[in-house]
Structures are given as structure tokens and as C-alpha cells.
């Protein structure tokens, strides 16, 4: 089956630990994303990665980090520097200049 | 730059009535609009998206949604509310074809009462 997988789906933080959370999907798509959902925020884009060793910042990029060395994988780094990372992170894809984006199933982020 | 507003953060229809979440953009180019339902920590479906060709727009699940360029809406109607509708709806704009992100309201959390 084609689809975009997250992992964990659960992921517990001590303050002052760096943790990544891993994206890949096998839909060939070229473009991935990353969002951040709070509780009445809606989703706010974070990074974004039209092809492969490119990426640009998205609205809240400040304590995130990304790398897309593969066209299949969008891994995010949440930083020590990330104030307030407690949230539910999304994963998405689309293809090259197509506007549909499809989601992963989310990480949920616990800071302790 | 786009933007886009939900009104109403909570939606309580009764079972067979029917459904209306409003959403409102601003955008400074012609806008690509989308609907997407999210289900309990799970991630978004795309229910239906509006990229100028016809202005009314059918999506999953006898959703539709009407693009209406005077009054920068694009509002999500179903004419009959069913239990498995209640869930987390998000409208969201994009001025280029999805490319660089999308810019999401804060979302209508739609409860059906039975």
C-alpha cells in the first residue's frame, strides 16, 4: 500500500534533549511537509521540501531542523532550542506543482 | 500572503440536519481552496478542493462546498448529518498549487448530536 508512515506515534522528550521524528513515504511524491498542531491553533507549517538537498522554513522553523538527503524521507529534529514542543507533529506530501497534500497518521510530542 | 478564517470553533448539529462550517480567506492571488476532516489523533483526509475550475465543488462523503469569490467564502455543506461525521474540520488556502504549504484555519470541531 502507498501512503506516508510517522514514527513513533508517541514520543516522550526530557527538557534539553534534541529528538527527531521520522517521515517517509513511497508515493514517489517529490514536495513533503512538516506542520505543528496545538489545540485550537490549527496546523502552522514548519519546513518544506520541493526536492531532494533543498528545503525552505515554513512560519515557525526557529527550534527545528530538517534534512531531505532521499526523496522518500523528511526527517525533523526538534532542538533544545524549541521553547514549547509538546504538540502533535504531521507529515505530509504532494506531488512536484500538484496542490493536494496527503498526511501521515502524526507524532505525538510530550515534553516531561 | 493568505489567510484563513473558521467561524465557529464548535459545530452541534442534530442527526439528519444539516451541516454548515464557514470559512472565509484572504489571499492576494487567485486562491486554491481545500477542505480536510481529521479524526481523533489521526492525521487529515482531503475531503474536497476548489483549484478555479467549477465553483461548486463535490467532495467524500456527500460533502460539497461552493467557492464564492465576492464574499471570499468557501463554506462546507452536507445536506444530512450522520453520526461518523463528527470529527475536526479544517479549511485551508494555498496561492500556488500546494507547493510551498498550506495555511490552515484554526478548525470547526463538528459534534452530532443524536
Known amino acids: 500500500d502507498g501512503g506516508i508512515t510517522q514514527s513513533p506515534k508517541y514520543l516522550f522528550r526530557k527538557e534539553g534533549q534534541n529528538v527527531t521524528l521520522s517521515c517517509e513515504q513511497n508515493?514517489?511524491?517529490?514536495?513533503m511537509y512538516w506542520y505543528r498542531q496545538d489545540p485550537g491553533q490549527g496546523l502552522r507549517l514548519i519546513y518544506y521540501s520541493q526536492i531532494v538537498n533543498d528545503f525552505q522554513k515554513g512560519d515557525i522553523a526557529e527550534g527545528y531542523s530538517v534534512s531531505r538527503e532521499k526523496k522518500e524521507s523528511f526527517p525533523l529534529t526538534v532542538t533544545s532550542a524549541q521553547k514549547n514542543p509538546t504538540a502533535f507533529y504531521l507529515c505530509?506530501?504532494?506531488?512536484?506543482?500538484?496542490?493536494?497534500?496527503?498526511f501521515g497518521p502524526g507524532t505525538r510530542l510530550t515534553v516531561l | 500572503a493568505q489567510s484563513v478564517t473558521q467561524l465557529g470553533s464548535h459545530v452541534s448539529v442534530s442527526e439528519g440536519a444539516l451541516v454548515l462550517l464557514r470559512c472565509n480567506y484572504s489571499?492576494?492571488?487567485?486562491?486554491?481552496l481545500f477542505w480536510y476532516v481529521q479524526y481523533p489523533n489521526q492525521g487529515l483526509q482531503l475531503l474536497l478542493k476548489?483549484?478555479?475550475?467549477?465553483?461548486l465543488v463535490k467532495g467524500i462523503n456527500g460533502f460539497e462546498a461552493e467557492f464564492k469569490k465576492s464574499e471570499t467564502s468557501f463554506h462546507l455543506t452536507k445536506p444530512s448529518a450522520h453520526m461518523s461525521d463528527a470529527a475536526e474540520y479544517f479549511c485551508a488556502v494555498s496561492a500556488f498549487r500546494g507547493a510551498d504549504g498550506l495555511t490552515f484555519g484554526k478548525g470547526t470541531h463538528l459534534i452530532i448530536q443524536p
Open positions: 505530509a506530501s504532494s506531488m512536484a506543482g500538484v496542490d493536494t497534500q496527503y
Open positions: 489571499s492576494s492571488v487567485p486562491p486554491y
Open positions: 508515493l514517489n511524491h517529490d514536495a
Open positions: 476548489y483549484t478555479s475550475a467549477a465553483t
